[in-house]
């Protein structure tokens, strides 16, 4: 898991599927971009990303 810089949100929100995925064993809420789950802790102030592998249990949200 890698933390991500701040400017980071934007591109994440207008590019990315939103997703929640298991990560470490706590379920999250973020988005997909690409292979990489990204996720935020609940003030968006750091935004993280895990690589494949490091995630589980994807589920995609439709709109």
Known sequence: MDVLPEDIADTVKKQ???A???VSGRRRSGFLLGNRF???DAQEVIWMQAGPGEFRELRI???
């Open 38 to 40: 990204v996720f935020s």
């Open 61 to 63: 949200w439709r709109k």
């Open 20 to 22: 929640s995925a298991t």
């Open 16 to 18: 990315g599927r939103q």
